[in-house]
């Protein structure tokens, strides 16, 4: 292959894991259409289609699933020895990159690391806010935020946050209109405002738990959200009860904005988890992050 190539095999491997011309440009810093020039520079080169494209995503043919395979593996291996040449730096530089929900952004990541980032001018975070279960190996994440039980075994992970508890809330405009559930049966009979995952088809089951025992109760209403701050909002204008994170809300409990409900049904539980590939090395920068998150136990 010649030497002019290379940055198109490059260019090649982001837009195949991405499945996205969009995604893969921002990635790499490029314009969609000189990415998509690129691709099809390197596919006459080479005499053979790589990529069908649609007008909703892209994916790899046979032959471009082939060439994927085999300079995946050397191109990781050479970016992370690029990565590496950082430790010879006055300091660590480089971009982490760090899929998560929105709410833990706020409540943990950004208070532990405030201090590190005006510390290292040349560290830079990206944060993807993500509810779906990302591939952080396939789509080229240094690290993942999940709560505990839901992170693969083949993964490190390493505790960043406290326990945590969920909580059903609403407006006390709703609770005088409506009454408030004193069971969770009772939630049959409540407008709930409902969330969908991403990756999931179905809606999720609410989870309570109780003296170690779980219990898993369905509802339904008006509304269904992919994010709790979409949800939040609308309980606070008095349109259901909304199940979320504690943590996410306390300044509406606080202030009395929102009601809390069936508390006794919402024992504490593991938080959150930054995990990554046990097999990669990681990089200084990484590194510093991920002390700087980290729970410290006395």
Known sequence: MAKRNLNDLLYFAHVARAKSFTRAAAQLGLTQSALSQAMSNLEEHLGIRLLTRTTRSVSTTPAGERLLESIGTRLDEMEMALDALTEMRDKPAGTVRITCGGGVVNEILLPKLEKLLKEYPDIKVEFDINYGFRDIVADRFDAGIRLGDTIDKDMIAV???????????????????????????????????????????????????????????????????????????????????????????????????????????????????LYYPSRRQPSPAFSLIRDALKIHYE
Request: proline share 6%; net charge negative.
């Open 159 to 273: 505790p960043i946050g406290p326990k945590m508890r969920m909580a059903a809330v609403a407006s006390p405009e709703y609770f005088a209109k409506n009454g408030k559930p004193q069971t969770l049966e009772h939630l049959a009979e409540h407008n709930c405002i409902n969330m969908r995952f991403p990756t999931h088809d179905s809606l999720y089951v609410w989870e309570f738990d109780r003296d170690g025992k779980e219990y898993n109760v369905r509802v339904d209403g008006q509304l269904t959200f992919n994010t709790t701050t979409a949800m939040i909002d609308a309980a606070k204008r008095g349109l259901g009860i909304a199940f979320v994170p504690q943590g996410e809300i306390r300044a509406e409990l606080d202030s009395g904005e929102l009601v809390a409900v069936l508390e006794e049904w919402c024992d504490p539980f593991d938080g959150y988890y």
